[in-house]
């Protein structure tokens, strides 16, 4: 079955340091993935998105993520941390459904955590 | 501000009872998904409707049950409440052909 996999559910990190976000996703044909940023009590924001072409993406607030399909990999980045940043963090994939629907599937998220 | 509106933005209620979200999509979609997000289940997909239409369901309970209207505003009504609905609850919305979804703010739901 189709899935997303964040093996961390905790990360804490110094403001000012770089910061990568793990994603796995298993996914029969070329996927469809995005991560999604949700601070507390507010809703879930798109950061950046993947479809096809160019592997490495750029997204909003300085975040980037490399598709390694090899890899089954989408790993968000960010090269210096803000404490603004601190958050929980979604990978999802888009999974193509029976009779034309679509939904996303969710990793179970990664907290962040940003020491100043 | 991703242009979905969602009301009421928090709503108590008690076992048993029966509640009703609403949800606005952005000007121009015509799919509208809800998605729940608690702590032991995570974020999960509960139905999507396209254009009045329902396209796709996943693990929806029988006791919610959702429409869209011709204006393409949605409702997610959920009935016979139990303490374990307690969630968060999203809207999404997309246009047609469009994998990219755009969340409303969320309401969240106590049953006490």
């Known amino acids: 079955a189709q899935s997303v996999t964040q093996p961390d559910i905790h990360i804490t990190v110094s403001e000012g340091a770089s910061l990568e976000l793990r994603c796995n996703y298993s996914y029969g044909a070329t996927p469809y993935l995005f991560w999604y940023v949700q601070s507390p009590g507010q809703g879930l924001q798109l950061l950046l998105k993947y479809f096809s072409g160019d592997t490495l993406v750029q997204g909003i607030k300085g975040f980037e993520a490399e598709f390694k399909r090899s890899q089954s990999s989408f790993n968000l980045r960010k090269p210096s941390v803000h404490w603004s940043d601190a958050a929980e963090y979604f990978c999802?994939?888009?999974?193509?459904?029976?009779?034309?629907?679509?939904?996303?599937?969710f990793g179970t998220g990664t907290q962040l955590k940003v020491e100043l | 501000d991703s242009g979905v509106t969602q009301t009421p933005k928090h709503l108590i209620t008690a076992t048993g009872q029966r509640v009703t979200l609403r949800c606005s999509p952005r000007s121009g979609d015509l799919s509208v998904y809800w998605y729940q997000q608690s702590l032991d289940q995570g974020l999960q997909f509960l139905i999507q409707?396209?254009?009045?239409?329902?396209?796709a369901k996943g693990n929806i309970l029988e006791r919610f049950s959702a429409q869209q209207f011709p204006d393409l505003h949605s409702e997610l009504n959920l009935s016979s409440l139990e303490l374990g609905d307690s969630a968060l609850y999203f809207c999404?919305?997309?246009?047609?052909?469009?994998?990219?979804?755009?969340f409303g703010p969320g309401t969240r739901l106590t049953v006490l």
């Open positions: 999404a919305s997309s246009t047609g052909g469009s994998n990219e979804q755009f």
């Open positions: 409707y396209y254009n009045g239409e329902e396209r």
């Open positions: 999802a994939v888009v999974l193509r459904l029976t009779g034309g629907g679509n939904k996303l599937t």
